[in-house]
Every structure is written in C-alpha cells, then in structure tokens.
C-alpha cells in the first residue's frame, strides 16, 4: 500500500494534531518498535499513556479520529468499486461521503458508504452485497 493511502497511526496524529512533540514522536516510535519485538499486540494507546505523553481524553479523540478515517477510507474504495460497476456517479459517491461525515460529526456514527448509498436509494441492498 503506498503511503497516500495509508492510515495514520495514533502517533502520526499525536504529532500532527499537537498532542506530541517531535522529539517524543521520534521516542515513541524507537520505543513503540522495541516493545512491539517483545509483544507483537502492544497498543500504541497503551504505550502513549505510559509515558504521559497524552491523557486519557486526548488519546480517545486521536482514537475517534482514526476511526473516521478508517471508515472514510473504505468508503473511499466502496464508492470506487461502485463507479466502476455503474452501480453509482462520482457525485453519487461525493454526496454520500459528506453525508458520512456529517453524520459521524454529529452523533460520531460510523455508518458506512453503502448503507449510505442504499438509504439515498442510489444503489439496491442486493448491489452493495455484491461487493
């Protein structure tokens, strides 16, 4: 996977949303690599709170925003997969995008592209199974 598509991982955000400092990203990051030899399913979560480099709270948001890019991201190819089908427009797509957006703004719902697409009646429940 190339790095355009990838997700950025919890000190990625630390670090572009202030939370850390560039020093203790670099400090995570050797250690985060160390522990993860010792205990291949370490969080960094785990490992962020540890050093006090983050509060609960600050973490959870990281968490949150992680998460909506996770759900972005595989909207993102849902929504190609089904332009490529002629199942939906690139507008179709744009549209449920935001939709999802908005809605994970306002009650924090990871409702996913294509239950997005089958409610705007886009696209049938049959074709978003199909995928």
Do not use: W
């Not at 630390?14 to 399913?41: M, N, R």
């Not at 957006?101 to 696209?123: N, P």
């Amino acid at each position: 996977m190339d790095q355009l598509n990838q997700i950025p991982t919890l000190a990625d955000l630390a670090l572009q949303y202030g939370t850390i400092t560039a020093e203790q990203y670099h400090h995570l990051q050797k250690l985060y690599s160390l522990k993860k030899k010792e205990d291949p399913a370490i969080p960094l979560d785990r490992l962020i709170l540890s050093l006090n480099f983050a509060t609960q709270y600050q973490v959870g948001l990281l968490k949150l925003i992680e998460d909506y890019l996770i759900i972005k991201r595989q909207g993102e190819i849902f929504g190609r997969i089904a332009v490529e089908k002629g199942f939906a427009t690139e507008k179709d797509i744009e549209k449920a995008l935001e939709c999802q957006k908005k809605e994970f703004r306002r009650a924090r719902l990871r409702k996913l592209i294509g239950d997005i697409l089958v409610e705007s009646r886009v696209i049938t429940v049959k074709q978003k199974t199909r995928f």
